[in-house]
């Protein structure tokens, strides 16, 4: 199975601040990642597909790049409703795994 | 709308049956693959496993933790997802969620672009 380590496991950063989280393959895996928040208590909610493309209604705050093993999601000038937690995902091939995501509290 | 509704949870000894549904509104089911998704309690998300549609053989994959005890399965003609978990074990106990891919998924990518609210299993004597 294709592991996906994602950094760091948790950060705190305070508004307006750009934060990256990274998530990195095991192998090759082209663009096939996926970006889900989740909002404490809430359900897990798409971000970005495609290691980059934004999914429909999603603040353009929210970025995200790379390709093969190495991926980041970036938020520019951090929001307080952005506090929550960051999950990667891989779709390039099944069983699809997800990163173990990274805890976002905001200050 | 979309609505994508889970049902069935509850409490069941280690080594019982459940079967869980998942009730889909507001789209054209049958266009969709559809997976589903655990989260146990306080940790992150696990992918469980998926069906295609029909044009691709109501296909379906698993993770190797639930692979040869959980099955899934759909009827179209009810725009619902089933997901049938036998031999449960403790370590099964989550939050269940149905969750749509993108209708690309099909011939490129596959995301999931939404999601039921869960129901809970708990697997404990």
């Known amino acids: 199975d294709i592991q996906m380590t994602q950094s760091p496991s948790s950060l705190s950063a305070s508004v307006g601040d750009r934060v990256t989280i990274t998530c990195r393959a095991s192998q090759k895996i082209s663009n096939y990642v996926n970006w889900y928040q989740q909002k404490p208590g809430k359900v897990p909610k798409l971000l970005l597909y495609a290691a980059s493309s934004l999914q429909s209604g999603v603040p353009s705050r929210f970025s995200g790049s790379g390709s093969e093993t190495d991926f980041t999601l970036t938020i520019t000038s951090l929001q307080p409703e952005d506090c929550g937690t960051y999950y990667c995902q891989q779709t390039y091939t099944t069983p699809y795994t997800f990163g173990q995501g990274t805890e976002l509290e905001i200050k | 709308e979309v609505q994508l509704v889970e049902s069935g949870g509850g409490l069941v000894q280690p080594g019982g049956s459940l079967r869980l549904s998942c009730a889909a509104s507001?789209?054209?089911?049958?266009?969709?693959?559809m997976d589903w998704v655990r989260q146990a309690p306080g940790k992150g998300l696990e992918w469980v496993g998926r069906?295609?549609?029909?044009?691709?053989?109501?296909?379906?994959d698993y993770a190797a933790s639930v692979k040869g005890r959980f099955i899934i399965s759909r009827d179209d003609s009810k725009n619902s997802l089933y997901l049938q978990m036998n031999r449960l074990r403790t370590e099964d106990t989550a939050v269940y969620y149905c969750?749509?891919?993108?209708?690309?998924?099909?011939?490129?990518?596959?995301?999931?672009?939404?999601w039921g609210q869960g129901t809970l299993v708990t697997v404990s004597s």
């Open positions: 069906i295609r549609s029909r044009p691709n053989i109501y296909g379906t």
């Open positions: 507001g789209f054209t089911f049958s266009d969709h693959f």
């Open positions: 969750a749509r891919n993108g209708l690309h998924c099909k011939d490129s990518y596959c995301y999931l672009d939404d």
